[in-house]
């Protein structure tokens, strides 16, 4: 295949707030969140160029293999054609990922390889889209990819997820990452929470950027509204976090999980128990950006 090739590491995220607030009649619902990216992620390669569109995933550095599903089905794939719809370009394309974040783990793993295609094509594109156009296809495709197709460390994200207000990055520190043999379906994770609040009334938005601007401010706000409903049914999940507070303050689930995460001043010798393995990484200070090859 000839043409242009760009090479991006889709990073990962974390939730360090995740309020859910009001259902919505479609059924979706209003969210209050705080993304942090990862310095882990996935190696994401496009090669645009013939009229073929395929999808290549080497799973060897994951720990469970064989969960990401047919190509056409991927995330990845889905968000290239949805930009080749939309601006005409390219016709053809080759994508390439080296998996490293965890599937299912609430990391935005497919979300992340998703936004990593969408900026490696406007990088490399003849006429790049306009920024709302870019936006709505990166909202089209799932809450979490807005702002991992966006250039912020750490932002602030309203509604669906698709509402983004950038926040300084907070210091570095060791991020460890305790990861489950199993995921937990976003679905499920909500339905659990509508049945546990049965019919209370939603909370209102109340995050503000100077809670975050320290470590030891978000310590204080850090909350998800998920991790009860989640740990109450799984309780290898709360036997992990409970273990992670015992050796730091700032530890909670991200996303729906089933990854929990704590943040430490230097790496720790952690006992979670032998179901789960941990990954060490650090909360990135900037977005890697788009390499163009050749």
């Not at 090479?7 to 705080?34: C, D, F, M, P």
């Not at 709360?238 to 996303?255: C, K, N, S």
């Amino acid at each position: 295949m000839s043409g242009v090739t760009g090479r991006l590491v889709a990073q990962a995220k974390l939730n360090l707030i995740l309020r859910v607030l009001g259902k919505e009649l479609s059924g979706y619902h209003q969210l209050e969140t705080v993304f942090v990216r990862l310095e882990l992620g996935d190696t994401v390669t496009v090669r645009c160029g013939g009229t073929s569109r395929s999808l290549e995933c080497d799973e060897s550095a994951l720990q469970v293999r064989g969960q990401l599903g047919p190509p056409n089905e991927n995330l990845a794939y889905r968000a290239a054609v949805a930009y080749a719809d939309a601006a005409g370009w390219p016709r053809g394309f080759r994508i390439d990922i080296e998996k490293r974040i965890p599937v299912g783990g609430g990391l935005g793993g497919g979300s992340a390889d998703a936004g990593a295609v969408l900026r490696i094509l406007d990088a490399l594109a003849p006429q790049p889209l306009s920024p709302d156009r870019f936006r709505r296809i990166a909202f089209a495709l799932g809450a979490d990819v807005p702002f991992l197709a966006a250039e912020m460390p750490m932002a602030l994200g309203w509604g669906r997820g698709e509402r983004l207000h950038p926040l300084p990055a907070l210091p570095s520190r060791e991020i460890a990452l305790a990861i489950f043999p199993f995921g937990i379906l976003t679905k499920d994770a909500f339905g659990w929470l509508d049945a546990d609040r049965q019919g209370d009334l939603p909370l209102d938005a109340t995050i503000q950027g100077e809670m975050l601007m320290a470590w030891d401010r978000v310590a204080v706000v850090m909350r998800n509204d998920l991790e009860a409903p989640v740990t109450q049914r799984n309780p290898a999940i709360r036997r992990v976090l409970d273990g992670m507070r015992r050796a730091t303050t700032l530890a909670q689930l991200t996303g729906s999980g089933s990854t929990v995460f704590g943040v430490f001043d230097a790496p720790a010798t952690l006992s979670l128990g032998e179901d789960t393995r941990v990954i060490w990484t650090r909360n990135a200070a900037r977005v890697v950006p788009v390499e163009r090859i050749g």
